[in-house]
Antibody, heavy 122, light 110 residues
Framework: QLQLQESGPGLVKPSETLSLTCTVS??????????WGWIRQPPGKGLEWIGSIYYSGTTYYNPSLKSRITISVDTSNDQFSLKLSSVTAADTAVYYCARQYHYSGHTNFDYWGQGTLVAVSS | QTVVTQEPSFSVSPGGAVTLTCGLS?????????PSWYQQTPGQAPRTLMYSTNIRSSGVPDRFSGSILGNKAALTITGAQADDESDYYC??????????FGGGTKLTVL
């Protein structure tokens, strides 16, 4: 059974960089037809797609966050990571990692991590 | 700025039917946007209900169905049950490697 687990600091200071890692177990991150994505959810609000990465390193970013995001992949450890720079209180959210089936336009975020709350505060 | 619209809230009676919709601020939703639907209960990660408009995810009961209704994607729930009370989100594939979530619909069963 595929599992995803987010890890990283739960508290980040304003203007600093938020860094999270998602570890994939029970399957390979190098599987074809799958992207690996980050989605966030501010407290009491809806879901927002942040960005996705293919095992080859090809990335896709939300245009509204693109200038602050870096997503990378480590295939040897079946991990992918998110860095979000210059954070503010508006970046406080539960951050989810997810596997994203993608083939010829068809998309399905089919497996999700449990989510990790990251608060931005001094 | 692309906005994916959903009803903020909806209520349905137990045993009843409800259709939630997913629209675009500046276009009609078609199968070419490959709409998918997710259910989220408080404190839990979302789970897939439907993808590619009308393909039910594994384990999802056939009380849930997806379609295009007019210019929107639609998720229909029939025979509503208490545990259908959740938040429902649609996602559209905007192309060029961009996906957009709708604002979500809070469904109450009462």
């Amino acid at each position: 059974q595929l599992q995803l687990q987010e890890s990283g600091p739960g508290l980040v200071k304003p203007s600093e960089t938020l860094s999270l890692t998602c570890t994939v177990s029970g399957g390979s991150i190098s599987s074809s037809s799958y992207y690996w994505g980050w989605i966030r959810q501010p407290p009491g609000k809806g879901l927002e797609w942040i960005g996705s990465i293919y095992y080859s390193g090809t990335t896709y970013y939300n245009p509204s966050l693109k200038s602050r995001i870096t997503i990378s992949v480590d295939t040897s450890n079946d991990q992918f990571s998110l860095k979000l720079s210059s954070v503010t209180a508006a970046d406080t959210a539960v951050y989810y990692c997810a596997r994203q089936y993608h083939y010829s336009g068809h998309t399905n975020f089919d497996y999700w991590g449990q989510g990790t709350l990251v608060a931005v505060s001094s | 700025q692309t906005v994916v619209t959903q009803e903020p809230s909806f209520s349905v009676s137990p045993g009843g039917a409800v259709t939630l919709t997913c629209g675009l601020s500046s276009d009609s939703v078609s199968t070419s946007y490959y709409p998918s639907w997710y259910q989220q209960t408080p404190g839990q990660a979302p789970r897939t209900l439907m993808y590619s408009t009308n393909i039910r995810s594994s384990g999802v009961p056939d009380r849930f169905s997806g379609s295009i209704l007019g210019n929107k994607a639609a998720l229909t729930i029939t025979g509503a049950q208490a545990d259908d009370e959740s938040d429902y989100y649609c996602v559209l594939n905007m192309g060029s490697g961009i996906w957009v979530f709708g604002g979500g619909t809070k469904l109450t069963v009462l």
